[in-house]
């Protein structure tokens, strides 16, 4: 057989890649952090909001790339704790979130 | 009045990293202010589960928290070691609890132990893990 799986997935993902390097899927892309933001505040502990707030897109989809993150001061001491506050893990539950198997 | 339960379940993953970690060094689900240094936490941050497909991906973190004045260099080394046993899991699937054997499917790095800041007096380093956990009898 001249073709597998493998290649099938292959040509795709290659596809795929071409499309979101040339910036087609930017709108479907953005679509998809603002929803990442909204499970991510949602995991969010509040006090002042401060931290939910400071969860952001904090860069605009462009040629398929864009990143959400926490700018607050207090990100990291909120997501792995410290001597004053547990181990909130926000965005490890995010994207455990969205890995959680589709069935 | 009686109650059911389900015959078959994940084993908990935090009981089983705590007793994989403790012939290392004290480890325990919780830090309390004053224990003993060096020590590890072990904390259930996340994870997913299929009942239909019987298995369980929970994330860990496992933090390792070192006496800051005996220096950077120490703590390093300990925490090397906290996460060298834990590789060990990728080969070693099985935990040995008491007469209880606590199955492991796999085991993956999701973030390399980085230094978090913890107190002025605790250096920390954290790292975490997702394990694959299959169903097994509850007993």
């Known amino acids: 057989m001249a073709s ?3 290649e099938v997935h292959t040509i795709l993902a290659e596809g795929f890649d071409q499309a979101a390097a040339a910036g087609h899927l930017d709108a479907a892309l953005d679509e998809f952090m603002a929803e990442v933001v909204t499970v991510w505040q949602g995991y969010s ?3 002042t909001g401060a ?3 400071s969860v952001q897109i904090t860069q605009a989809a462009r040629d398929g790339k864009g990143q959400v993150g926490a700018t607050s001061v207090k990100a990291n001491l909120i997501e792995y704790g410290s001597e004053h506050n547990p181990e909130y893990a926000p965005r490890a539950k995010t994207i455990e979130y969205f ?3 589709q069935t | 009045m009686t109650v059911d339960f389900a015959l078959y379940a994940a084993d908990d993953v935090q009981t089983a990293i705590v007793a994989w970690l403790t012939p290392l060094r004290r480890t325990g689900f919780e830090r309390t202010a004053g224990d003993p240094l060096p020590s590890c936490v072990v904390e259930l941050v996340a994870g997913t589960e299929s009942v239909g497909q019987s298995f369980s991906d929970p994330v860990v ?3 390792t928290f070192c006496d800051k004045s005996l220096g950077a260099p120490a703590a390093r080394d300990e925490c090397a070691k906290t996460h060298n046993r834990m590789l060990l899991l990728f080969d070693e699937h099985e935990i040995t609890i008491g007469t209880r054997v606590v199955g492991i499917d796999y ?3 999701v973030e390399s132990p980085r230094w978090e800041y913890y107190s002025d007096n605790i250096l920390r380093k954290v790292a ?3 394990l694959g956990l299959p169903y097994v009898p509850n007993i």
């Open chain 2, 61 to 63: 973190s496992v933090h």
């Open chain 1, 51 to 53: 931290y939910r707030n």
């Open chain 2, 107 to 109: 085991l993956e790095v």
């Open chain 1, 99 to 101: 890995n959680r198997p």
């Open chain 1, 4 to 6: 597998s799986a493998d």
């Open chain 2, 128 to 130: 975490r893990y997702r």
């Open chain 1, 45 to 47: 502990p509040v006090r």
